[in-house]
């Protein structure tokens, strides 16, 4: 399976760097950089500087001393916020060439030890470490969302080992995917990375012999399992540093459009457009990956359950911009027919951009009209 989901994040908006050019870093002091960078809205367009905090998610590729010869970072060092804000309080200036890409496995292997360390064992419903999710966490999914090619990291985050972890990166980076195609601003991009990361924290209050049960769930413990949504929204409604409409996300990402979702069975407007997306983001993510309950459902055929719900249970503007910004990403795929035949896929349809126009040896057909030859898998 071939998943090119590129160039799908934008650096966040509420950090105060900016980068030249040059790719030094700028060093005037956060204050400074606060009053240069204004509220992130894009007024420095055209002034050739690139976006703040460019390098958060990036590895050194060498050590940093301070004037005195100090070590402050080694070499493969992962910069975050706090890394990076370090520098500028040591008046330290990074250039492109001290850093490097870090790979797929580096980046999803770090993610999930700062998830570790940020949340320990939360069964006693703890605070929410919020500066670690902002300063260490986000950062890295911003940077995965900036590879120019995700296969690698669908193919690491749909493991069942740590699935937790790999669910809740995930969602934030789907869901960021999502945001972006929908052309939401900098500043709810992040608010909904957030949301999608945090969308299953009530899940620390039910037992991991529920949760990771191999067979169906009883009645009551299926009541059990539903409760997490309303232990997450108590947990964050009232935590310095979660919004209101992160809160309801971790409430309302089980709700669905015909009411059929829970824990109050909400319809259409009721329900806040990132718990929608969200929604989508969490069906994704559960489908395609592997528990040790299931096996991981075929890509192609998760998206085309998500166009079945697109106007049912899923919002159909969030589905339909989901659907056509993965699917634009595989024209040009070698796909495979029901009839057995290798397609390549030419065109999409934008109102049904699950059914494209497709090649097969020189003669074209459009699924969308050709209901009697479906597309089975991206290979």
């Excluded at 699935?163 to 601003?185: E, P, Q």
């Excluded at 890509?299 to 339909?320: G, K, M, P």
């Excluded at 030419?346 to 074209?364: A, F, K, Q, S």
Aim: proline share 4%.
């Amino acid at each position: 399976m071939r998943l090119l989901l590129e160039d799908i994040g934008a650096v966040i908006s509420d950090v105060c760097t900016y980068f030249p050019q040059d790719g030094v870093l700028n060093t005037g002091g956060i204050g400074a950089l606060k009053r240069n960078n204004g509220n992130g809205s894009g007024d420095d367009k055209g002034s050739g500087r690139l976006k703040p905090y460019d390098y958060a998610g990036l590895r050194l590729s060498r050590d940093i001393h301070n004037d005195t010869g100090v070590l402050l970072l080694s070499a493969r060092t992962l910069l975050t916020y706090k890394e990076i804000e370090l520098l500028i309080r040591q008046n330290i200036a990074l250039k492109a060439g001290d850093v490097k890409q870090a790979t797929t496995v580096q980046l999803i292997d770090d993610a999930i030890k700062e998830i570790n360390e940020a949340f320990g064992d939360k069964e006693d419903g703890g605070p929410i470490p919020c500066d670690s999710i902002h300063d260490r966490i986000v950062p890295m999914i911003v940077q995965m969302s900036r590879h120019a090619c995700l296969t690698s990291f669908w193919e690491h985050l749909i493991l069942h080992d740590e699935y937790t972890s790999r669910h809740s990166i995930g969602v934030a980076l789907m869901s960021r995917l999502i945001g972006k195609a929908m052309g939401l601003n900098e500043e709810n991009l992040t608010e909904l990375t957030v949301a999608g990361f945090l969308h299953d924290i009530g899940k620390v209050g039910i037992p991991q012999e529920i949760i990771n049960k191999p067979g169906k769930l009883t009645t009551s413990e299926y009541e059990r399992m539903k409760s997490h949504t309303t232990y997450g929204f108590d947990m964050m409604k009232n935590t310095k540093g979660i919004t209101n409409r992160q809160a309801l996300v971790a409430l309302q990402h089980h709700e669905r459009e015909d009411g059929s979702g829970y824990p109050y069975g909400l319809k259409g407007d009721q329900i806040d457009p990132f718990s929608k997306i969200v929604a989508i983001a969490d069906v994704f993510h559960a489908m395609i990956s592997s528990r040790v309950y299931k096996k991981p459902i075929p890509f192609y055929t998760v998206l085309r359950e998500i166009s079945r719900q697109a106007y049912h249970s899923l919002d159909a503007a969030a589905s339909l911009c989901f659907l056509k910004r993965v699917m634009e990403m595989m024209v040009g795929n070698k796909a495979l027919l029901s009839s057995g035949d290798e397609a390549t896929i030419i065109m999409l349809n934008p109102d049904d951009p699950v059914h494209p126009l497709v090649e097969v040896n020189g003669r074209y057909i459009d699924l969308s009209k050709e209901r009697s030859v479906q597309l089975e898998c991206i290979v």
